[in-house]
Structures are given as structure tokens and as C-alpha cells.
């Protein structure tokens, strides 16, 4: 293994930068693996074993804590070099007065020599940090950015993706009392990859267990952490899960699990739920449960809010149906057990029988292919609208609310057999090949006595009139809530996909 980041370089780093740039706006740290060695002589096991993940992880560690102890000097060099060195009104030392952004790129896991086995490129452990109460205090940092690298040569995100853990980002949280924004715009979730090939869906499966477990590690840690965050702290992107621009990566016909057992209520959601108790402005995008919106709901501050939900719920249902009332699997999610949705750590037999078929597969035009099974677009009302309901009764604990927003984008790209049997609607989308759109309610409280404004954008589908006069009685005595009813807007890709997040 080789690896680079020490406080020292990234010290130097920083002061230079800051003399060049006459102060710092926002600054960028790579985070990089220790280099995998696979040679000929001596190369690495089928699957990663705990020795070389806690290696990995102890050099993640050992970079985020000299970045952070880097910056600390910088802080402090701004005050007594920095001013000496020249004061404006923009600058103060060497930190510009809007404090400074910093940005965590994790990038991917390399190899001197990539390995023959595709279990290799896919990660599931998550990096976690050691020893966080050691981290000093940053009182300059105003937002802090963390998000995987992009890799352009990769024909799927997650290919050599090494994840981090959820309860890291609210331990750095907790270091940075000046923070006003969190932002991190792919937070390592994922639906499984529709692949053709048996072998790839293998490969790239995200395990139910570890998958379940950090979602429920996510609610623990906030219920732990939460009193702790700065008061400062205002605005929050959360995005746990990448949407494809073209959506062509799931099939929504396969058996999901059940992440919520063994508990009641989704932790997940129930986490962000009181995450969203601190902050003014809130985007999350996340497989979610209405337990985001569980009564009581006390958002203060909250004044923008934007949620945007998958088609999934994590409990294993969905909250959509196809246009026919397709629902395979309706009861629910598969159970997770210790005994089969870990992934094994050492060698065995059905890991070496994939190596086998995918050695016969690969090459062929099918190896890039996608089992692509998108039909879910009709709501189903049982799942939807109580989350509506939710939704409309958490909107009173938000006094200060100027617009939010609760929206998910459906697709309609079936199977070759579920297209056929399509074959003779002339009703849009399901006379299209491909037709990606928004389906959503966004609210808009009036001010001064003003009407709200109630905006649905659900095709022809109505709720149910109880869900229509839980928005209705948002509207002060004296005024009324207006509501529009919006087309569809039919397109062949997703526009809001935006790569400039992670710049």
C-alpha cells in the first residue's frame, strides 16, 4: 500500500493558495486510498479481508485528522501572519469574512495492477473515523462540502466507490461550531443495477445487512449527536441516493428488502426528522418513510424545504404501482438474516461459480446491457396517501415556512415483454419508448393575509378529498389556500441532473 496527506503538506497547501488567491473562499482536499498492490507473484485475494479494509480505513482516518488539524493552524496563522501580510474588506488574514467552504473529495480505491475478479470493485464496508473527539475545533469553516469523486471512466458510479460512514459527517458536524451549511450530494446509497448478466447483479449487489445496519446507525448516532450541533447551522443537502438521468439502472419488478425491522418506524427517516429540527433550509433526497413527518413535528426555523422520495419505500413496499395495478411482491420486503445477506469474507463456492460464468459472459455486447423494468407510475393510494397526509399535518409546525416541496420523479421504460403488452396505447407516456417526469405537491403559504398556493402535479389521479382539506386547513382565518392542478411534462431524461454538485 502507498498514500500521501499529511498536515504538513496540507498546511503548505493552504497558505500558498491563500497568498495567491489573496484569501481563501473555499478549499479542496482529496482523499485518496492506499495504493492496492496485485502483483503476478503475489496477487490479492477474491474479496477485500478485514486486515486490508482496517488498513484503508486507518489511513482515511489519519487524512481527515490532519486535514483538520492542518486547517486549525491556518486559523491560526490567519490571525498573526495573515493580518500582517494585509486586511481588506473581503479578506481577514488569510480566510475571506464569509469563512471558508471546505470541500472533502473521497476519491475511488486503485490498484497497481487491477484484479480479475469483479468483487474487488465493489465495496460495501464504510470508512469510518477514529477517534473524533480529537479533532480540533474549526471556528472559520462555514460549510463543509463531502461527496465521492467523480470518475468519468466509469461506466457505473459505484465501480471502485469507497463509501463513508453516515455518522461520520455529523462527527465533523460537531467540530465546526462556526458551520452554517452541510452539503453532500451522494451519500453512497444505491438501488440494485438492473445488469443483464447474473454475474454482474451479483458483483454489484448492495447487501441488505450492512445496507439496513448503517441506516439504522444513521438514527442512532443522530439521536446522540443532534444537541450538539452548532447553533449556527442552517441549511442541510442531504442526497443518500444518485438518480440516473436516463433512469436505466432498475427494475422495479424484483423483491426488495426490509430495512425498517426489526423496529416500528424507519430510523433513517426518524433521523433526518430531527435533523430537520435545526435547520432553515433542508433538501434531502432519500429512500424514505413517513416517519420523516411523524407528529409532532417541530421545525421552527425551517423555511425552504424540499424533499425528494424514491419510488421504494425502505420498508420494502412501493408507493407506486403500474399502470394496470402491477405490484409484484405487494406484501412487503424480504426479512434480513446474518446468515444471508452479509457478504462472505473469505473464499467460497458461489463466489467462484460467478468468476466462472462471468469469464463465459463477458466481452459480449450484453455485458453493458441493463434488464431495464421501469412501469410504476400510478400511485398507489393505501401507500401514498398517508405519506401526503404527513406531509400536509407537518407543514403547521413550520411557522416561519416560505415554500416546500415533497416530489419524486416516475419512469416509464419497461421490460421488452411489459412493452409488449403496451403495444397498443395511445395514451402518453405508454405509446413512448422512454418518458422520465415529476409527480408532487409543492406549497406556498401566503404572507399579509395573502391566499396560499397549493400546486399538485399528478396527472389525472386525485386523493382523497380528507388529504385536499389537510392542505386546505393550512390557511389562516381570513384567508384560503388556492390550488392548481399542473400537467405532466413528459421527457426523454431527467433535466435537474446537475454534475457541477460535485465540483
Known amino acids: 500500500m502507498a498514500a500521501d496527506g499529511t498536515k504538513e503538506a496540507i498546511l503548505d497547501s493552504l497558505v500558498e493558495n491563500a497568498r495567491h488567491w489573496r484569501g481563501l473562499r473555499d478549499y479542496a482536499y482529496d482523499v485518496n486510498m492506499p495504493l492496492l498492490f496485485n502483483s503476478n507473484e503475489s496477487p490479492l485475494p477474491c474479496r477485500e479481508t478485514p486486515a486490508e479494509f482496517e488498513a484503508i ?54 490498484f497497481d495492477r487491477y484484479p480479475d475478479c469483479l468483487h474487488r470493485y465493489f465495496h460495501w464496508r464504510r470508512l469510518s473515523l477514529r477517534d473524533p473527539a480529537a479533532l480540533p475545533q474549526l471556528w472559520r469553516v462555514s460549510e463543509l462540502r463531502l461527496f465521492p469523486a467523480p470518475d468519468y471512466s466509469a461506466y457505473i458510479d459505484l465501480i471502485n466507490a469507497r463509501p463513508v460512514s453516515l455518522r461520520l459527517l455529523l462527527e465533523l458536524v460537531l467540530r465546526l461550531p462556526a458551520l452554517r451549511s452541510l452539503d453532500c450530494p451522494w451519500l453512497w446509497e444505491r438501488m440494485p443495477v438492473a445488469f443483464r448478466l447474473r454475474a454482474l447483479r451479483h458483483f454489484s449487489r448492495p447487501w441488505e445487512g450492512p445496507w439496513r445496519d448503517e441506516r439504522h446507525e444513521f438514527g442512532r448516532a443522530v439521536h446522540e449527536l443532534h444537541d450538539r450541533f452548532p447553533a449556527s447551522l442552517a441549511a442541510a443537502r442531504l442526497w443518500f441516493w444518485k438518480p440516473s438521468a436516463f433512469y436505466a439502472d432498475e427494475d422495479q419488478s424484483i423483491e426488495m428488502p426490509d430495512l425498517v425491522r426489526p423496529h416500528d418506524a424507519d430510523p433513517l427517516s426518524l433521523g433526518l426528522r430531527t435533523v430537520a429540527s435545526h435547520l432553515e433550509q433542508f433538501d434531502v433526497r432519500a429512500f424514505l418513510t413517513p416517519d420523516l413527518f411523524r407528529a409532532p413535528v417541530t421545525w421552527p426555523r425551517m423555511k425552504r424545504l424540499r424533499v425528494e422520495f424514491h419510488l421504494w419505500c425502505p420498508d420494502g413496499t412501493w408507493y407506486f404501482v403500474g399502470p394496470r395495478g402491477e405490484n409484484p411482491h405487494p406484501d412487503g420486503g424480504f426479512e434480513v438474516t446474518r446468515e444471508q445477506h452479509y457478504p462472505p469474507v473469505g473464499p467460497n463456492e458461489h463466489d467462484d461459480e460467478m468468476d466462472e460464468e462471468y469469464a463465459e459472459d463477458s466481452g459480449g455486447e450484453e455485458e453493458d446491457e441493463r434488464r431495464t423494468d421501469m412501469f410504476r407510475t400510478e400511485p398507489l393510494p393505501c401507500k401514498i396517501e398517508p405519506l401526503l397526509l404527513a406531509f400536509a399535518d407537518a407543514l403547521r409546525g413550520m411557522p416561519a415556512l416560505e415554500e416546500a416541496e415533497l416530489f419524486a420523479y416516475l419512469a416509464w421504460q419497461p421490460s421488452e415483454e411489459r412493452r409488449r403488452a403496451y403495444e397498443d396505447s395511445d395514451e402518453a407516456p405508454y405509446n413512448q419508448d422512454r418518458a422520465i417526469y415529476r409527480w408532487g405537491v409543492s406549497y406556498t403559504p401566503g404572507k399579509d393575509g395573502s391566499n396560499g398556493l397549493l400546486t399538485w402535479q399528478v396527472g389525472s389521479w386525485r386523493p382523497r378529498e380528507d388529504v385536499i382539506q389537510s392542505f386546505k386547513a393550512l390557511a389562516p382565518e381570513g384567508s384560503e389556500v388556492k390550488i392548481t392542478w399542473k400537467p405532466f411534462e413528459f421527457a426523454d431524461e431527467r433535466d435537474d441532473v446537475d454534475l457541477t454538485v460535485f465540483i
Request: glycine residues 12%.
Open 57 to 110: 480505513n486507518s489511513s482515511f482516518s489519519s487524512q481527515i485528522h490532519a486535514l483538520f488539524e492542518a486547517l486549525h493552524d491556518f486559523e491560526g496563522l490567519s490571525k498573526t501572519e495573515g493580518k500582517a501580510e494585509g486586511k481588506t474588506e473581503e479578506v481577514d488574514g488569510y480566510i475571506r469574512k464569509g469563512g471558508l467552504i471546505v470541500i472533502i473529495r473521497i476519491n475511488n480505491q486503485s
